[in-house]
């Protein structure tokens, strides 16, 4: 890599793609807003992204299956939403290609400062990372075909807001794509019922539910539409309730 491209990689990976503030700056001036319901179910501690090493998850075409259901295609803006160590940032910047564009996204300095020097480590000029804040992932509006959340949506401890907040980085095609496993969240996955109830409060029409072993649960594929509600008008889903008819839509169990 020459120096002025090796730098300007640099600075991409520590600056919002919005032209924001460095990424590795965290906001104290955020407060948390009470104006959203509270989730009526566990939340899992953050742990590593890694439950398996990424040669077995590659043995396994993981990352192939989730991009290629997810529709994932060369010159698409993709976000990966909890990031971790990058496994799929990595195959996602390889897939989209140079016309496209990723943006990698969690909440922990630690783990973005770590994943910002592997990208530039394996070149990969089309990627950008960026710390966000446990309720706002904090994601530029009408930006993202795809917005990937794999194995983290059960560490998010206000999921009505995150999903509000989330809504208009996605371009009107835009799609939200979850994996997670089938079981309570406190054990780190997701009942599906709940994942469509939750969704369902903000909006999110459900296109299609699958499973995917390879992945280690299932794969839900998610679309925004019409108005996004006032916080004061989201109603919270009961844990271990089956979702509601206005939160099942079309496509549930197709592949």
Same mark, same amino acid.
């Given at each position: 890599m020459r120096p002025a491209l090796a730098?300007?990689?640099?600075?991409?990976?520590?600056a919002g793609c919005d032209g924001a503030k460095p990424v590795l700056r965290e906001d104290k001036?955020?407060?948390?807003?009470?104006?959203?319901?509270?989730?009526?179910?566990?939340?899992a501690t953050i742990v590593s992204t890694r439950w398996s090493t990424e040669e077995a998850r590659d043995r396994l075409n993981e990352a192939g299956q989730v991009m290629n259901l997810a529709g994932i295609k060369p010159g698409m803006t993709v976000a990966d939403i909890g990031a971790g160590e990058g496994y799929y940032t990595i195959r996602l910047g390889q897939r989209v290609g140079d016309k496209g564009r990723v943006v990698a996204?969690?909440?922990? =300095?630690?783990?973005? #400062?770590?994943?910002?020097? $592997? +990208?530039?480590?394996?070149?990969?000029?089309?990627?950008?990372?960026?710390?966000?804040?446990?309720?706002? =992932?904090?994601?530029? #509006?009408?930006?993202?075909? $795809? +917005?990937?959340?794999?194995?983290?949506?059960?560490?998010?401890?206000?999921?009505?807001e995150f999903l509000w907040r989330l809504r208009p980085s996605l371009t009107p095609d835009g799609e939200v794509i979850v994996v997670d496993a089938d079981r309570p969240t406190e054990h780190h996955?997701?009942?599906?019922?709940?994942?469509?109830?939750?969704?369902?409060?903000?909006?999110y029409t459900l296109v299609s539910m699958r499973p995917m072993p390879s992945a280690g649960?299932?794969?839900?594929?998610f679309r925004a539409g019409g108005e996004r509600p006032e916080p004061?008008?989201?109603?919270?889903?009961?844990?271990?309730?089956?979702?509601?008819?206005?939160?099942?839509?079309?496509?549930?169990?197709s592949e």
């Amino acid at each position: 890599m020459r120096p002025a491209l090796a730098l300007g990689t640099a600075l991409l990976l520590l600056a919002g793609c919005d032209g924001a503030k460095p990424v590795l700056r965290e906001d104290k001036a955020q407060t948390k807003n009470t104006g959203f319901p509270a989730a009526d179910r566990p939340v899992a501690t953050i742990v590593s992204t890694r439950w398996s090493t990424e040669e077995a998850r590659d043995r396994l075409n993981e990352a192939g299956q989730v991009m290629n259901l997810a529709g994932i295609k060369p010159g698409m803006t993709v976000a990966d939403i909890g990031a971790g160590e990058g496994y799929y940032t990595i195959r996602l910047g390889q897939r989209v290609g140079d016309k496209g564009r990723v943006v990698a996204e969690d909440i922990v =300095p630690a783990t973005i #400062e770590q994943l910002a020097n $592997r +990208v530039i480590r394996e070149r990969l000029n089309n990627v950008t990372v960026r710390l966000g804040l446990p309720a706002d =992932p904090r994601l530029p #509006e009408a930006s993202f075909h $795809r +917005v990937l959340m794999v194995h983290m949506y059960h560490e998010i401890e206000s999921p009505y807001e995150f999903l509000w907040r989330l809504r208009p980085s996605l371009t009107p095609d835009g799609e939200v794509i979850v994996v997670d496993a089938d079981r309570p969240t406190e054990h780190h996955g997701t009942p599906p019922d709940l994942l469509k109830c939750e969704f369902g409060a903000l909006g999110y029409t459900l296109v299609s539910m699958r499973p995917m072993p390879s992945a280690g649960g299932y794969l839900a594929i998610f679309r925004a539409g019409g108005e996004r509600p006032e916080p004061s008008m989201i109603k919270a889903c009961k844990s271990g309730a089956r979702a509601t008819p206005a939160a099942v839509q079309t496509g549930e169990g197709s592949e």
